[in-house]
């Protein structure tokens, strides 16, 4: 079977029809291997066709955390933890990560020291944010 290759999402819509139809038919006979040879050809052909499409998508940047707030809730998003819990993981009291995370406090050298070695937050980022 000749290589297909999309080059748009309406290309791309129409090979995921074909690839649908395909195997709706399969399950409806009873399984992949009861599939023609041109079929079981078709099918790979167009999946794999729809998998480098996909993978030339490029995706969405994730915003990069800019402010000690956003990088601390990113942080707590990333370990599922909640600020009783960051608290004790860097070793501050709760007011203290409340009032960091409301902007009511400013970063100081020791809190710095503590998020890099228990967070694993960049230094450049620390010193530029702190």
Do not use: C, W
Not at 13 to 36: D, P
Not at 57 to 65: A, D, E, V, Y
Not at 102 to 114: I, T, V
């Amino acid at each position: 079977m000749e290589a297909v290759k999309i080059e748009n999402r309406k290309e791309y819509e129409a090979v995921m029809a074909q690839i649908e139809n395909i195997l709706k038919k399969s399950t409806e006979i009873g399984g992949f291997e009861n599939l023609t040879e041109k079929e079981k050809g078709t099918l790979q052909s167009f999946s794999l066709a729809a998998e480098q499409f996909e993978n030339s998508i490029p995706l969405m940047p994730i915003k990069q955390p800019t402010t000690i707030t956003e990088m601390l809730r990113y942080k707590m998003f990333e370990l599922n933890i909640k600020q009783k819990q960051l608290a004790k993981l860097i070793g501050v009291s709760e007011t203290r990560i409340s009032e960091i995370l409301n902007g009511k406090r400013k970063l100081n050298f020791e809190l710095a020291k503590k998020l890099h070695s228990k967070l694993n937050i960049d230094a450049d980022f620390l010193l530029k944010v702190g």
